[in-house]
């Protein structure tokens, strides 16, 4: 196996498009701090690594590393195995740098995206079956979510992972997303058991209006910050079934 020393542009002669920089650039970037890639498995390791906190399409993480390259914060490299050749793509020290900047800077907002708290947003254009079934849905959501992740955890407790000198941030971010399924699991099977007794979805005087659930969210608005003694009053839904 070797390298060819062919670096940006990908095409001799031509120079790729420059995008603005977002948020996938800098994730992708990431990933390249910590080793250099190949194209196809930069591409998986981000669908592997990233799809419960940056899930993007499949097309946009292919295109990524190039306007990285038109950025000067990569490199592109031809690996050629016999007949066969393949882009491989590293950091450049702009990009270390780049990178750096990035991370100091202020993060945006999270976003959250359900269809099936859409779904029950609007339930009361529907059946009682329909929202139940959409409750369920997310509640087997979670329960797959929080089996996959603990095939992971498994798999870094014995063998460290693929990235063990980074294992203190992935047990972080483990533990948000861990949290994270715990909440879909538990509050759907919250909501699909308060919907169990209603007899349809709306009007509101036509069904029992869990009216505690108001006093509950006051409450968490005003407990103290964390590092204070909490609410004694303060109640979660159920964590599952």
């Known amino acids: 196996m070797k390298y060819m020393g062919q670096d940006s542009p990908l095409v001799p002669g031509v120079k790729p498009a420059r995008r603005p920089l977002t948020t996938t650039s800098f994730a992708i970037l990431g990933l390249l ?20 906190t ?3 399409a499949e097309t946009r993480l292919y295109q990524e590393p190039k306007n990285l390259v038109a950025h000067g914060l990569a490199t592109a490299s031809t690996e050629v195995n016999g007949r066969r050749s393949r882009t491989v793509y590293s950091i450049t020290p702009s990009g270390r740098r780049a990178l750096a ?20 947003t609007f339930a009361d254009a529907g059946s009682k079956d329909a929202l139940l079934a959409a409750l369920r849905g997310l509640r087997a959501h979670g329960e797959a979510l929080r089996q996959q992740l603990g095939d992971q955890a498994a798999d870094y407790l014995a063998t460290g ?7 203190h941030l992935i047990a972080l971010v483990g533990r948000f997303l ?6 879909l699991q538990g509050w ?5 058991d308060t919907v169990a007794g209603w007899p349809a979805t709306g ?15 006051l409450r968490r608005a005003r407990r103290p ?4 003694p909490p609410d004694p009053d303060t109640t979660e839904p159920p964590t599952g079934r």
């Open 101 to 120: 900047r990035w991370l100091e800077a202020e993060s945006a907002p999270p976003q959250m995206e359900s269809e099936a708290v859409l779904r029950a």
């Open 33 to 52: 701090s910590a080793r250099p890639w190949p194209a196809y498995e930069l591409t998986g390791q981000m669908k592997r690594g990233m799809r419960y």
């Open 188 to 192: 759907a099977t919250w909501a699909e």
């Open 178 to 183: 861990s949290d994270y399924a715990e909440l």
């Open 161 to 167: 992972g693929p990235f063990p000198e980074r294992l």
């Open 54 to 56: 940056w899930p993007r």
């Open 225 to 228: 910050p964390p590092g204070r």
């Open 203 to 217: 009007p509101a005087s036509a069904v029992p209006i869990p009216a505690e659930v108001f006093d509950l969210v």
